[in-house]
């Protein structure tokens, strides 16, 4: 798990064009399915968190079309843990539609995180 994170850290410190960013995104993405595979609902915060690490990259480059199921798949696997993770992948995912020129879903998407109600 360390490694996951530590490639998660790596690729948000590259350069924006080139530097292997998305690479490093990638493979912190293929290990977590094989942690979460071999270790059924442990790992679905840790895959999630990889999923927006690359959908975030994807959308800083311009290519929301790639960013968007990733989003999507986070918001899926954030769904059952609601709170801070649930709105983080929403917010997520409302950035890949807006990308897309799709803003009424993306607004619905903004309005579904507004009605998360904070931590205690």
Do not use: N
Request: charged share 20%; net charge positive; with cysteine.
């Amino acid at each position: 798990m360390k490694a996951i994170e530590g490639l998660l850290a790596y690729a948000q410190t590259r350069r924006r064009w080139g530097g292997g960013a998305l690479d490093y995104a990638s493979e912190a993405i293929a290990r977590s399915r094989a942690l979460s595979r071999e270790f059924p609902g442990q790992y679905a915060d840790l895959l999630a968190r990889c999923l927006l690490t690359s959908a975030r990259l994807l959308l800083k480059r311009r290519r929301a079309t790639e960013a968007l199921p990733l989003a999507q798949e986070a918001v899926e696997l954030t769904r059952p843990l609601g709170g801070g993770p649930l709105v983080v992948s929403l917010h997520c995912l409302a950035a890949a539609f807006e990308s897309l020129h799709r803003y009424s879903e993306a607004a619905a998407t903004i309005a579904e995180a507004g009605q998360i109600p904070p931590p205690d």
